[in-house]
């Protein structure tokens, strides 16, 4: 499938081992999600618990420029407080408003360290928008969600692109998942409203 040509001119494709063994090499620079696309994707694909995209180049030899997991997911509201809940409930019908309202979650992304702060990653974030708020979506689903890295650059990189905290401090997403205060909180929990 080739991308929307509002996108970048990259092809898009389910990505397996032989994308990733016909293509010049992937590295995004974070060890943890390199290793998980070289070694992990393909099998999370075949246990349909995650499925992997890549955007590669045109040209030859293909260079992988994003790579990205997605699966679904979903937002329980009835284990939020109820300031986090009021704040989802806000954008939500009122007749229509429920525990749990269905959610993508984008397990992984990366962009080849060399295509980094380009825009890539936006523009990558604009499309999964459209896709899944386009009419040929195969099921209802009304937020994206994502476990983004607690570094000053990944968040905003989140929040520049409409993200927001479902938890509005690192103290209240601890006290959600019972973290220690000593221990250091590795990702926060983001969301786009995709009626936004
Ligand atoms: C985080 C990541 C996905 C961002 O992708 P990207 O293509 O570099 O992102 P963008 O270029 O769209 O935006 C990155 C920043 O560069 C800026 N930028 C955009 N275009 C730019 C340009 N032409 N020149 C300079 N800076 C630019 C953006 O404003 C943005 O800054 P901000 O975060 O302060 O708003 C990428 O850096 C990456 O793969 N990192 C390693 C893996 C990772 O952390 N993944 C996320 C896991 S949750």
Redesign the pocket.
């Known amino acids: 499938m080739k991308t929307n040509s509002s996108y970048a001119p990259y092809i898009m494709l389910p990505f397996n081992k032989e994308i990733l063994e016909s293509c010049s090499g992937f590295s995004?620079?974070?060890d943890e999600?390199d290793n998980f696309f070289h070694n992990d994707a393909d099998l999370y694909s075949i246990e349909l618990i995650g499925k992997t995209y890549c955007w590669i180049t045109n040209d030859k030899p293909h260079q992988i420029v994003?790579l990205f997991t997605l699966a679904n997911d979903s937002i329980k509201t009835f284990n939020l407080n109820n300031k986090i809940r009021n704040k989802l409930n806000r954008t939500i019908n009122n007749s229509k408003r429920g525990r749990s309202y269905p959610a993508v979650l984008?397990g992984?992304?990366?962009?080849n360290?060399s295509?980094?702060?380009?825009?890539?990653?936006?523009?990558?974030l604009y499309f999964i928008k459209d896709w899944f708020r386009h009419k040929s979506n195969k099921t209802g689903c009304r937020f994206i969600v994502?476990?983004?890295?607690n570094?000053g650059?990944?968040t905003?990189?989140?929040?520049?692109?409409d993200f927001r905290y479902l938890y509005d401090n690192e103290l209240e997403e601890r006290s959600q998942y019972n973290i220690p205060p000593t221990n250091k909180i590795s990702?926060r929990l983001m969301y786009y409203d995709l009626k936004l």
């Not at 994502?146 to 890295?149: C, I, L, R, T």
């Not at 905003?156 to 692109?161: A, G, I, P, S, W």
């Open positions: 995004c620079g974070d999600l994003a984008i992984r992304l990366g962009i360290k295509f980094q702060n380009k825009s890539i990653g936006s523009q990558l994502v476990d983004a890295y570094n650059k990944t905003k990189f989140y929040e520049h692109n990702t």
